[in-house]
């Protein structure tokens, strides 16, 4: 044992432990946790947008965790654990990370609304309009998209959270 320690021999099982760059990206959420009180970043800073990335992957964690998938031979949780016990020291909220609805698609939504309000539908829309096209476009979009998560959905299936919002939203401006 003396000479296994003498040449440095790591006698912890790699696959247990955690990545540096994740831990790198950690201790940045922490200090800016430390420094700001929350962990809402500015996307126009490229580090914090960095971080906003890292926060998000971490609902994945929490999948994990939730599933079972991640476990020791013992049974006890390994990486995960570790990686969940260190985000929950900095009040890390794993609830706020539910998928939400991509800004430019409620930009271009937020245009479609206001088009039924002005025109009462979209049999004005004119393809050789460059904003109506966009328009027509993000329809056939919408239509292509509901018809393939209907198609591919099994009787009793939730749906996902994302389309079932989106669905509905465009249900409202009908």
């Known amino acids: ?45 490229p580090a914090q947008a960095a971080l906003q990335n890292f926060i ?37 909220d794993f609830h706020t990370l539910s998928p939400k609805i991509n800004p430019s698609w409620m930009a271009t939504y937020g245009m479609l609304r206001e088009h039924f309000q002005k025109h009462g539908g979209y049999a004005t829309l004119q393809y050789k309009m460059p904003l109506d096209r966009k328009l027509m476009h993000f329809i056939w979009d919408q239509r292509g998209m509901y018809k393939k998560v209907h198609a591919n959905r099994e009787p009793g299936q939730e749906m996902d959270p994302v389309n079932k919002e989106k669905f509905k939203l465009l249900e409202e401006i009908q």
């Open 56 to 92: 998000e992957r971490q609902g994945i964690l929490s999948r994990k965790l939730q599933e079972n998938d991640d476990r020791g031979a013992d049974g006890s949780y390994s990486i995960v654990d570790k990686k969940i016990k260190l985000l929950r020291a900095i009040n890390f």
């Open 1 to 45: 044992m003396d000479l296994l320690q003498s040449i440095n021999f790591e006698f912890e099982d790699q696959r247990a432990r955690i990545k540096p760059h994740w831990m790198k990206s950690y201790e940045l959420l922490k200090k800016h946790f430390e420094e700001h009180g929350n962990l809402v970043m500015d996307l126009a800073n």
